[in-house]
């Protein structure tokens, strides 16, 4: 017996979906929305596909570059390209002038009177039947016999196709932000109130859309979707949050008294599956012997910050290294918005609750935390009083790494020691690690780095200073993060670890220089989060130097 259906609807709230059709009635899967998931892999396929992008284009005075693979491409300052999402949607990407520019191509959208009329149709024809199968089934199938009933007439030369696709997009999908939600190099999605939606691109920063909303428009949306997701959005209750089912954050802010051009939104995208290291290895964010040197400490269990400014990538980089850890630790993440993503299985999520019930903090998960034997904790954010308690944890045995907002060490230490924090300077040493990363531009392009990597020794209470060492320091002429040549943490506490002696030392550095290689080679031929954590547990049961070999005969590493 499938489960009970509700149809998103307002004209559809009065009759009964649990849904019991004939089999026919419901389209297959490859009939439902009348555009193919799959690419075109050429622009002249793509012309024939969607005559709307033919159209789009001879409008342009200069034709873009179609381009498939967006990671495969150098941009510079005068980037004009064009590149598909599925489903019948291009993007356009034209950087220069004031700020670049986001065009989204698409079916051209039918009036709201024909959609309205749509609904009404499809709502005669529910009456109190009950309809089997996922909703976009049901009304692609109620849109048809619609139609084929004469129920609404479509206007003369008016792609069925479109009408559909627009149809199924407001009552199953998100309206027009449903084509951004498709495109997996967005990285935040927002308007400012009426007027046009901006967009924040992994390679090309901030840039303006072509998607013009008006304040009715986007009230209409917004209350639609908050109605969908269960909760309240009004103006005694003007901001909420919610979570999309892509993982994505969706906040609102609505009304003109708090928002003074009207409701705004803003869209935190995540990607379905964890950017992996060999990945940023391939985008240079870090180098491939500052990969295994992470992977070594990782293994053995050290505390770290992963620290920078806003949109740096921080949690992208701290939920890559998490690869690293053992495959069967236990793990506690405490976060107030839930953006990491592990492929552990004892991995126990938690996040902070504070707009209902009875409160409860960072503070309060990291206490219980404790008393759950967990092998590593992750925290979101340290940001006030859960600083001291991670650092607690950290006293007591318990490896914890967070992300943090400070460019420098010297701001990392005053942030801890300082109001909120307030960590015992003592207590700083117990940290192993900070790693700091930023982001820069590059002509029109937005690069991420890895921009040093700092061994934290101790503290001196007399000098009043602490004690580290850089293990890697960003060189920017070159655009290379380059490696001090000695780690004291490897030489002190991974030797310590496997219980090896300092005559050991020369066959540590050339592991760290073999798992290198093994970094490399995933990220040319395997970067993918789910293939590096397999050669991790490839490595911790058969050795680093199996799997070394292995990749040197150009085998896969897993196997």
């Known amino acids: 017996m499938s489960k009970k259906l509700k149809l998103s609807l307002p004209r559809l709230q009065g009759f009964k979906l649990s849904l019991f059709a004939k089999k026919e009635e419901t389209p297959s899967a490859e009939e ?14 793509a012309v024939t596909e969607h005559p ?35 489903l019948g949607i291009y993007v ?27 609904e009404e149709a499809v709502a005669m024809l529910v009456k109190d039947k009950e309809y089997s199968g996922p909703k976009e089934y049901v009304l692609a ?15 003369k030369g008016i792609d069925e196709k479109a009408v559909l696709y627009h149809f199924l997009r407001e009552k199953v999908g998100h309206s027009f932000i449903d084509g951004f939600l498709a495109d997996p190099w967005l990285e935040d999605v927002s308007i400012p109130g009426e007027g046009k939606v901006f967009v924040y691109h992994k390679m090309f920063g901030h840039l303006e859309t072509n998607v013009d909303v008006l304040k ?29 089912p892509d993982g994505s954050r969706f906040n609102i ?23 992996s290291v060999a990945q940023l290895i391939r985008w240079k964010t870090m180098s491939p012997e500052l990969g295994a040197y992470l992977w070594m400490l990782f293994e053995i269990g050290i505390s770290a910050m992963v620290c920078g400014e806003t949109a740096s990538g921080k949690t992208t980089t701290l939920n890559a290294l998490m690869g690293f850890i ?46 759950q034997r967990p092998d590593y904790i ?24 967070s992300t943090m907002h400070a460019g420098t060490l010297s701001q990392l230490f005053q942030r801890l020691t300082s109001y909120p924090i307030e960590v015992p300077k003592t207590h700083i040493d117990g940290l192993n690690l900070a790693i700091f990363q930023a982001r820069m531009e590059r002509g029109r392009r937005f690069i991420r780095r890895v921009t040093s990597v700092n061994e934290i020794i101790g503290y001196e209470p007399d000098e009043g200073r602490l004690n580290y060492l850089p293990a890697f320091i960003y060189d920017p002429d070159l655009d290379k993060i380059r490696f001090m040549g000695s780690s004291f943490h490897l030489e002190n506490k991974v030797l310590a670890f496997r219980g090896w002696g300092k005559e050991r030392l020369r066959e540590l550095y050339d592991e760290l220089n073999a798992r290198a290689e093994i970094l490399s080679f995933l990220a040319e031929n395997f970067p993918g989060y789910a293939d590096v954590w397999k050669t991790c547990i490839a490595v911790r049961e058969k050795g680093v130097w199996e799997v070394y070999r292995k990749v040197k005969e150009m085998r896969i590493p897993w196997e």
Request: charged residues 30%; glycine residues 6%.
């Open 32 to 45: 439902v929305w009348p555009f193919k998931r799959t690419v075109c892999e050429t622009l002249e396929e």
């Open 52 to 86: 709307y992008l033919k159209t789009y284009l001879e409008s342009l005075p200069e034709k873009p570059k179609y381009v498939v693979n967006l990671e495969l491409e150098e941009y510079g300052r005068d980037t004009n390209i064009l590149y598909p999402l599925g």
């Open 92 to 118: 356009h990407i034209d950087i220069g002038g004031e700020i670049g520019k986001y065009n989204i191509i698409e079916p051209e959208k039918p009036s709201r009177q024909l959609l309205d009329e749509i």
């Open 141 to 155: 199938s109620l849109f048809k016999q619609a139609v084929k009933k004469k129920l609404v007439k479509l206007p």
């Open 216 to 244: 009715d428009e986007i009230n209409r949306l917004l209350k639609n979707i908050s109605e969908r997701y269960g909760k309240v959005l009004s103006y005694t209750h003007p901001i909420i949050d919610i979570h999309l």
């Open 253 to 275: 802010v609505y009304g003109e008294d708090i928002s003074l051009r009207g409701s705004n939104f803003t869209i935190r995208k995540f990607p379905k599956e964890p950017i």
């Open 326 to 371: 053992n495959s069967d630790s236990k793990i506690i993440s405490i976060e107030e918005t839930p953006e990491v993503n592990l492929f552990h299985k004892n991995w126990i999520r938690e996040v902070t609750r504070l707009h209902t019930g009875a409160p409860v903090t960072m503070f309060d998960l990291l206490k219980a935390a404790l008393r």
């Open 378 to 401: 992750i925290v979101g954010e340290i940001r006030g009083e859960e600083g001291r308690v991670a650092f607690q944890a950290i006293e007591t045995g318990h490896p914890v790494i």
